[in-house]
Nanobody
Framework: QVQLVESGGGLVQTGGSLRLSCAASGRTFSKYAMGWFRQAPGKEREFVAAISWNGGVSYYADSVKGRWTISRDNANSTVYLQMNRLKPEDTAVYSC?????????????????????WGQGTQVTVSS
């Protein structure tokens, strides 16, 4: 129903910026809430950010709040994660996900099980 493909990862120095993109296929994209998660080596998957289907409500993990911004362009079926002031502890594989329930809450957005579709992930490495 929905396929997601991430791009934009890479290697940057501390304090640098990256913009991740998640391109979706499927004609119902505009009605899906979208989220970004990350997983570092030896650690559990961690919530990063989420955005409602119409872009009106956004949620962020405390660790990225004030540094990063999630946005979406429904006309082009794409979700973005602008990552500024990167730190070595941000190093991880970043994945985007789609929630077919079309709703978000402060609790549900942080849970991997909330989301129905996942991209392949893109590596972000921040050197010190």
């Amino acid at each position: 129903q929905v396929q997601l493909v991430e791009s934009g990862g890479g290697l940057v120095q501390t304090g640098g910026s990256l913009r991740l993109s998640c391109a979706a296929s499927g004609r119902t994209f505009s009605k899906y809430a979208m989220g970004w998660f990350r997983q570092a080596p030896g650690k559990e998957r961690e919530f990063v950010a989420a955005i409602s289907w119409n872009g009106g409500v956004s949620y962020y993990a405390d660790s990225v709040k004030g540094r990063w911004t999630i946005s979406r362009d429904n006309a082009n079926s794409t979700v973005y994660l602008q990552m500024n002031r990167l730190k070595p502890e941000d190093t991880a594989v970043y994945s985007c996900a789609a929630d077919s329930s079309v709703r978000l809450s402060a609790i549900s957005v942080k849970l991997s099980r909330t989301y129905d579709y996942w991209g392949q992930g893109t590596q972000v490495t921040v050197s010190s």
